[in-house]
C-alpha cells in the first residue's frame, strides 16, 4: 500500500516515515493530503481551534545576527535605550491585563552585547552580565506586579540559563525554522547569524527537555529550503519530542518579505505551499501535538488554514503589534472568531503553558509559578475566564448564560452530534467521547444542555422535586486527613479550627424529634471517622433515629463508613448492610466517592477507601435492596 492510498484513512497510531513524508512532496492531490490532517486533527482536537490572549514586550531589538528577513532587529539608534526599562516593560504588561490579555510575550534579539558596546554598557549600569540575565529580572517584575504568565523567546541559551528562566516563565521557545546549514551559507538567510546553527538551537531544546521545560518550535517556510529539509526538520524536533514530550506546539510559519531586508525581494511561499507543510507536520507528529499557523501572516485565507490541520492560532494582542512582523497588524478577535466559526470551528482560549501541560503543572511548571497556573485554569486546563463558580450568587458568566440561550438552535459537530444521540438512545458511552462531552463549548456546549434537557424531559416531566431533610452531623472528630476538609476537628490542643464534638445520643434523638416537628421527613447523617468509633456505634445511631421518630427516613452513611463499621466488628461488609437495614437504615449517600480515579485520591484523599472499596460497598448495598445517591466532587486537582 502507497502511502498516498493510506491518506484515506490515516491510523491515528502511525505516524509518517520521513520516506513516506517524502513520496508526498510532490503529490498532486492537495485535498486528498489536507483531508487526511484535517481528520487526524479532528480526531483529537475535535471542534476547538485555540489562541491565547498575550501582550507582546520587546526587550531588546538589538541581536548580534543579521537575519535577511528580518525587520525585528536593527542597530543601535541615537537617543533610544538599547533595552525597555522594567518599568516600560511593566507598564506595557498592565495595559494587557486591561485588555484581558494572560500571557506576556517577552522577545528579544539574541545576545546583543556580544555585539554592541552599547548594550554591553547598558548591562553594567543595570547591573547584569548578560540580556538573559535581565530578562528574568523582568518576566519576574512583569509576574510580580500583573500576575501575567510569562512566555519567553530568548534565543540560545546554556542549561543555566534555561534554570534560570524557568523560575520566572511557564512556557519558552525557540523557533528551529529549519534545519538545512545551507542556509548560513553566503547568500543565505542565515548568513552571518551565528545563533541560527540548526545544531546550537537543537541544543537548547535538548536541554529544555531535560529540564521539563514546556517549549514552542516550529519551522519559517519560504526562506530557502527544499520541502525535504522542511520535512527533515519536523522530524529532528519529533525525535527530541520523542525523547523528552516538552514540545508543546509546532509553528508553522510562512515567510514574508519586508520592505528594507535583504529578502525585500524574494517571493514568499504560496498559500498551497503552506497548507502543503501544515498538512505534512500533522501527519508527521502524535495528533495529540498542537499545530500553529499565524492567522494575522495569511489574511484572507484562515479558513483553508484550518481545514489543513491546525488547531491553534498562537498568542494574538488586543493591545500590542506584532513586533516581528509589523507590517501584518493582528485580526481582532471578533473577526478571528468569525473565521474560525465559519471554517466550522469554535475559537477557545488557552493560557501560555496548553492545557495538557498546565494540568501536570507539579512536572512542567517551576514552584513558584505553579500555584498562579492552577488558579488560571479550570479541570481541562483551559483558562477561567470569569471569576464565577458553583454555589456563586450571582449573575451567571454572559459567555455560558448566551451559550444557554442558544441552546434550541444550536447546532453541535458532528462527531458530537453522534455522540449525543448514542447517549439519548441509552447506548454507554465510551471513555474518549465523555471526554469530548466535557470539553465542549460554544455551540457544543449548547446542544449538550439542550439534548440533557430533553431527556430530563422525557423521563421526569418538567416536575422538579425536593425533600425537607435535616443534616445530623453526630461527630466533627476525624481521623483521616482529606486535603479539601474544613469540617474535620481534632483535639482542641492540636487543632485551631473550631470546637471538636461528638454528641450522645440523646442529643441526635432530640434533633429528629425536633425536625419531625418542623415538618421534615428525612434526616441525613453524616460524620467524621472517630477513632473510637466501631459499627456498634453506627447501629446505636439508626436505632436512637427510629426509637425517637419510627416514621422518619434515614439517609446516612457512606461507603467509607460502611467499610470502617464492617472492618472494625470483623464481619462482612454485606452483613453489616443487613444489620444497619434491620436497625432501619433507609437509603445511603453516595459521599466519599470525591473523584473515583485512585492516581487523583491519592492526592486528595490518601487513606480513605479507594474506588474499588468503594464501587464494592455501593454493589453490595444494592444487593441487599438499599437504593443510594453518587456523588461526583469537582474543580480540585482532577482533569
Request: one cysteine or more; hydrophobic letters at 40%.
Amino acid at each position: 500500500m502507497t502511502v498516498v492510498s493510506l491518506l484515506q484513512e490515516f491510523p491515528l497510531d502511525r505516524r509518517l516515515s520521513r520516506e513516506e513524508a517524502s513520496e508526498l512532496i510532490h503529490m498532486g492531490d492537495l485535498d486528498r493530503l489536507l483531508a487526511a490532517a484535517a481528520a487526524r486533527r479532528d480526531a483529537v482536537h475535535g471542534h476547538q481551534v485555540s489562541y491565547s490572549r498575550k501582550v507582546f514586550i520587546p526587550l531588546t531589538q538589538l541581536c548580534r545576527d543579521v537575519c535577511h528577513y528580518c525587520t525585528f532587529a536593527h542597530a543601535p539608534r541615537n537617543g533610544e535605550k538599547p533595552y525597555l526599562s522594567i518599568e516600560q516593560m511593566v507598564a506595557i504588561a498592565q495595559a494587557g491585563k486591561k485588555a484581558g490579555c494572560r500571557e506576556a510575550l517577552f522577545t528579544l534579539g539574541d545576545k546583543p552585547e556580544l555585539r554592541y558596546r552599547v548594550a554591553r554598557e547598558e548591562l553594567d549600569r543595570l547591573g547584569h552580565l548578560t540580556t538573559l540575565s535581565y530578562l528574568a529580572e523582568a518576566a519576574a517584575a512583569v509576574f510580580r506586579e500583573t500576575g501575567l504568565l510569562p512566555h519567553i523567546n530568548p534565543g540560545l541559551m546554556s542549561g543555566g540559563d534555561i534554570d534560570a528562566l524557568r523560575k520566572v516563565s511557564v512556557s519558552q521557545g525557540i523557533m528551529l525554522e529549519s534545519i538545512s546549514n545551507r542556509l548560513a551559507e553566503k547568500g543565505g538567510a542565515h548568513h552571518g547569524s551565528p545563533d541560527k546553527v540548526p545544531a546550537a538551537r537543537l541544543e537548547t531544546m535538548r536541554l529544555a527537555g531535560e529540564r521539563n521545560v514546556p517549549f514552542t518550535s516550529g519551522i519559517l517556510i519560504g526562506i530557502g529550503e527544499t520541502r525535504q529539509e522542511r520535512i527533515d526538520s519536523l522530524l529532528a524536533l519529533r525525535d527530541l519530542n520523542d525523547r523528552y514530550g516538552h514540545i508543546q506546539e509546532i509553528i508553522v510559519q510562512n515567510f514574508r518579505p519586508k520592505a528594507g531586508t535583504r529578502m525585500a525581494n524574494t517571493e514568499s511561499p504560496d498559500v498551497e505551499d503552506h497548507l502543503w507543510t501544515i498538512a505534512i507536520a500533522r501527519l508527521i507528529f502524535d495528533p495529540e501535538m498542537n499545530i500553529q499557523a499565524p492567522p494575522n501572516l495569511s489574511p484572507g485565507a484562515l479558513g483553508r488554514l484550518v481545514a489543513a490541520g491546525i488547531n491553534d492560532w498562537g498568542g494574538v494582542s488586543p493591545v500590542t503589534p506584532d513586533h516581528v512582523n509589523p507590517e501584518a497588524p493582528w485580526p481582532h478577535l471578533r473577526l478571528l472568531e468569525a473565521a474560525t466559526k465559519a471554517a466550522g470551528k469554535n475559537l477557545v482560549e488557552r493560557l501560555a503553558i496548553y492545557p495538557s501541560f498546565a494540568r501536570d503543572a507539579s512536572r512542567w511548571v517551576d514552584a513558584g509559578l505553579r500555584t498562579s497556573v492552577l488558579n488560571h485554569i479550570d479541570g481541562d486546563g483551559a483558562p477561567r475566564v470569569d471569576d464565577w463558580c458553583p454555589g456563586h450568587v450571582g449573575q451567571l458568566p454572559s459567555r455560558e448564560l448566551g451559550w444557554i440561550q442558544r441552546a434550541p438552535s444550536a447546532t453541535p459537530s458532528a462527531n458530537l452530534g453522534q455522540v449525543l444521540a448514542k447517549a439519548q438512545r441509552g447506548v454507554t458511552l465510551g471513555e474518549a467521547e465523555i471526554v469530548s462531552l466535557f470539553r465542549a463549548r460554544g455551540d457544543d456546549f449548547a446542544a449538550i444542555c439542550r439534548a440533557a434537557d430533553e431527556l430530563r424531559r422525557e423521563k421526569n416531566g418538567d416536575t422538579v422535586s425536593y425533600v425537607v431533610t435535616r443534616n445530623i452531623n453526630y461527630t466533627n472528630i476525624c481521623s483521616f486527613k482529606c486535603q479539601f476538609c474544613a469540617f474535620s476537628k481534632g483535639k482542641m490542643s492540636e487543632n485551631l479550627r473550631g470546637r471538636p464534638y461528638d454528641l450522645e445520643m440523646s442529643e441526635v434523638a432530640g434533633r429528629v424529634v425536633e425536625a419531625w416537628e418542623r415538618g421534615a421527613s428525612e434526616v441525613c447523617m453524616q460524620g467524621g471517622i472517630h477513632p473510637s468509633y466501631t459499627g456498634q456505634k453506627y447501629l446505636d445511631i439508626c436505632r436512637a433515629v427510629k426509637q425517637a421518630v419510627p416514621q422518619m427516613h434515614m439517609h446516612a452513611f457512606s461507603p467509607l463508613e460502611i467499610h470502617q463499621g464492617a472492618q472494625t466488628l470483623g464481619i462482612p461488609v454485606i452483613d453489616f448492610l443487613r444489620e444497619l437495614k434491620a436497625a432501619g437504615l433507609g437509603t445511603l449517600p453516595g459521599t466519599a466517592a470525591e473523584i473515583l480515579d485512585d492516581e487523583v485520591r491519592a492526592v486528595l484523599c490518601a487513606d480513605k477507601i479507594n474506588t474499588q472499596q468503594w464501587l464494592d460497598v455501593m454493589r453490595a448495598a444494592h444487593q441487599v435492596g438499599f437504593r443510594s445517591t453518587a456523588t461526583i466532587m469537582f474543580g480540585h486537582i482532577e482533569g
